[in-house]
């Protein structure tokens, strides 16, 4: 894939060994980083061009999944359909099965039924299973009380994080 930004050459062969390992940065690669020979503004501008690049290869990968996942999702519609139109025209011919050349196609019911509620109220209690209702902590809930009167809520635990904003 092309890069949006001309890295150095040491941060080049750095960016090699570290794909080649899947990705993820080991001690000794962050060593590497710091032992490389240029000034640390030099330094910072090229972790953020390789860091520029990452996101456009991210954005465009995962444009290209959603493309890939679009077409996949049209194949199954469409041997779903392709399936129900020679079902209907077996089932109208009263057909079991048939040869198509190279291919057979039998009618067959399936193993178990589909279940369809009519009225609810006239099931007998051995077919029924009652859920019970499910605790789910409201995190935003609590995070607005920390932030707004910077008490925290008793059975929680707040972390801040620190991330790297880069413009």
């Not at 080991?26 to 980083?33: Q, S, V």
């Not at 910077?150 to 620190?162: R, Y």
């Amino acid at each position: 894939m092309p890069n949006l930004y001309q890295l150095s050459n040491e941060l080049i062969v750095l960016e090699a060994q570290i794909l080649a390992e899947g990705g993820e940065m080991t001690d000794e690669e962050k060593g590497l980083l710091d032992g490389l020979s240029m000034e640390f503004d030099e330094k910072g501008e090229n972790i953020i061009k390789a860091i520029r690049n990452y996101e456009a290869e991210e954005v465009a990968n995962k444009a290209e999944a959603q493309f890939f996942s679009e077409r996949a999702r049209t194949a199954a519609n469409k041997v779903k359909g392709l399936k129900k139109y020679l079902l209907d025209n077996m089932q109208t011919r009263q057909m079991d099965k048939h040869e198509f050349g190279t291919f057979k196609a039998a009618v067959q019911r399936s193993a178990k039924p589909s279940v369809e509620i009519i009225d609810g109220t006239t099931i007998p209690e051995g077919y029924v299973r009652v859920i019970p209702e499910v605790r789910e902590l409201d995190k935003n809930k609590a995070i607005d009380h920390l932030l707004k009167t910077g008490e925290e809520v008793p059975g929680l635990e707040f972390h801040f994080s620190h991330f790297l904003r880069i413009r």
